[in-house]
């Protein structure tokens, strides 16, 4: 299986840069997600990852790196958690790290609700 990289981006809208190991599990979405197509943008991420999960079945270390993003990039991230809780419910090992700025409520509360919502461990670090 290949790696997933996608380079960020900042422009008129802002692409996070995705870097995906498939060798090592680490997985990483970092700096801004403000995009005009969010789905076609995140598509290709579910798919690595319900991918990575039927074929490759190693754990998966997974870092939230993000200092703004929009409503449908929220949803994005709540569909990839969910994936990641799918994946740990069937046995695979699922790390997840939730990083924000230190004074940035929103962003901390949110990994707050995904990880109540759907009852799965989400390290949530302040920095």
Request: charged share 25%; hydrophobic share 35%.
């Amino acid at each position: 299986m290949e790696n997933l990289i996608i380079e960020g981006v900042k422009s008129t809208y802002f692409t996070p840069q995705v870097i995906f190991n498939a060798e090592t599990g680490e997985c990483s979405i970092t700096g801004e997600s403000y995009l005009e197509d969010t789905w076609d943008f995140y598509r290709p991420i579910l798919g690595w990852l319900k991918q990575f999960a039927e074929e490759v079945k190693t754990p998966v270390n997974f870092t939230f790196d993000l200092t703004y993003y929009n409503t449908s990039s929220s949803k994005c991230f709540l569909d990839i958690v969910k994936q990641l809780k799918e994946y740990q419910d069937a046995g695979g090992s699922v790390v997840i790290n939730w990083k924000h700025p230190e004074d940035d409520d929103d962003i901390r509360e949110e990994a707050e609700d995904y990880k109540n919502f759907l009852n799965i461990d989400i390290n949530i670090i302040p920095y």
